[in-house]
């Protein structure tokens, strides 16, 4: 460790130009990994804070994305641009949601929560969509609304339901997030948990519509009956779900019941 130190000082002391880079357009400060040492180092030989590679990320996205907290420490402190975004729109805190330690470390030193990537996603939703409950809760006590929308409808509560993701969904709901908001489709997050008996027992305990219906006219227990969740069925029907409904084909849970069975 110390080793490689000694050799990038040497190098340095040599000419070594701070700021070559490679045919990825990474410099030396892209590639210190988690040594905040090294960083330190190549920073005061005059390395650009906030030089980009070709797809548009900077030393602190590839720090952020792959958990140096350290290394994120120290380029904060020399002045590292906390929103700067690659090619994706992705920022730091899109590249941290499963790296707790350098989350915080973002949230502490002023990163903007609730900005969007090309997709438009927030870090909170990008959070919540691969069940990082840690990041949610970070997020939420940082002030991420909860109830932000991508283009498509989305929250970060649909996202979680749709993936199953019983602990975020509880966070989310605990924090205020919508419960009936649905996406473009009309799905709720009711209907899109229907495969997760754990999620619809949540949402119902919650006050979640149990015949609520997306815009093809399906309830989310026409979906749990085609998803073989039997738990999930026992919990819409003792909050009340009416098995007699159709969706807008005409099918009742019965009729989905019996093309699912066909399929296995």
């Known amino acids: 460790m110390r080793e490689q130190l000694g050799i990038a000082d040497f190098l340095l002391l040599a000419g070594a130009e701070v700021d070559a880079v490679d045919i990825l357009g990474q ?40 958990g140096y907290a350290g290394t994120v420490s120290r380029l904060i402190t020399a002045g590292a641009d906390l929103d700067v975004t690659d090619v994706r729109g992705e920022s730091a805190l899109h590249k941290a949601v499963s790296e707790p330690e350098v989350l915080r470390v973002l949230l502490e030193a002023g990163a903007t929560t609730n900005v969007r990537d090309n997709s438009g996603l927030t870090p909170l939703m990008d959070a919540a969509w691969h069940g990082h409950l840690q990041a949610v809760q970070l997020l939420l006590a940082a002030g991420s609304a909860a109830d932000d929308l991508t283009t498509d409808g989305e929250s970060a509560l649909t996202l979680a339901a749709r993936h199953g993701h019983d602990g975020v969904v509880a966070e989310l709901l605990s924090a205020g997030a919508d419960i009936e908001s649905p996406n473009r489709h009309g799905e709720s997050a009711l209907w899109l948990s229907a495969p997760y008996a754990v999620v619809v027992a949540a949402l119902l305990a919650r006050g979640a519509d149990a015949n609520a219906t997306a815009a093809d006219g399906t309830t989310a227990m026409m979906r749990a009956v085609q998803a073989d969740a039997t738990d999930a069925v026992v919990s819409l029907l003792e909050a ?11 099918r009742h849970f019965c009729r989905l019941l019996d093309v699912s069975s066909r399929t296995r």
């Open 27 to 66: 410099s030396s400060l892209h590639r210190v990994r988690d040594r905040a040492d090294i960083a330190t180092l190549l920073l005061a030989a005059g390395a650009t804070v906030d030089i980009h590679d070709k797809l548009g990320f900077t030393p602190l996205l590839i720090a952020a994305g792959r």
């Open 240 to 250: 009340g779900a009416d098995p007699r409904l159709t969706d807008h084909r005409a």
